[in-house]
């Protein structure tokens, strides 16, 4: 939109001495050489002068009430931008607040979920430790019991290979005894 001039009284009365100076030379120039004795030529034009510079004091006027009411309303329109953004503002900075609330509140349930799973991997490894220690426990005991039986039976082995091995020994020596003295009677019968 192209500026708008504001014209005032001043302004007015200002145009309406340059044209009164320069009528008769634009009348001159344009071929009416002003006659004295028709004044009522002259009262017609200064009439119609009069009726334009009151019709652009009009004009004026209604331009500089247009240019305060625009005035008026860039003041109300930027007043109610300065209050949106204000007001977005404020709901940015609430609905940040709210999300950095929700956020920390999340980090805060996760932390106490991963509090739980550390308890939980604490009980676990306890428990572990403890049927460890019950495993080496039995493990030993069994270990302890396996040693026992095998010495039993290495004993039971021993004593029962001992007595096998007198048995054998007196079953030699008898079987030694009779096949001796059956050596003896034959030798006996062949010496006979």
């Known amino acids: 939109m192209g500026a708008l001039a504001i014209v005032n009284n001043e302004t007015m009365e200002t145009v309406e001495t340059f044209v009164r100076s320069h009528l008769k030379l634009w009348m001159k120039e344009d071929g009416l050489p002003p006659v004295e004795g028709r004044q009522s030529w002259f009262s017609e034009v200064s009439g119609r002068l009069t009726r334009i510079e009151e019709a652009l004091k009009r004009q004026a006027d209604i331009q500089e009430l247009q240019l305060k009411q625009m005035e008026k309303e860039f003041s109300r329109q930027r007043e109610e931008t300065a209050q949106r953004f204000e007001e977005q503002r404020e709901e940015t900075n609430r609905r940040f607040a709210e999300q950095r609330e929700e956020t920390n509140r999340r980090f805060e349930d996760i932390n106490r979920r991963f509090e739980d799973i550390n308890r939980r991997f604490e009980d676990i490894n306890r428990r572990f430790d403890e049927q460890r220690e019950e495993t080496n426990r039995r493990f030993d005991e069994q270990r302890e019991e396996t040693n026992r039986r095998f010495a039993e039976q290495q004993e039971e ?19 030694r005894e009779e096949t001796n003295q059956r050596f003896a009677e034959q030798r006996e019968e062949t010496n006979q």
Request: net charge neutral; glycine share 0%; no cysteine.
């Open 157 to 175: 082995i021993n004593r029962r290979f001992a007595e096998q091995q007198e048995e054998i020994n007196r079953r030699f020596a008898e079987q």
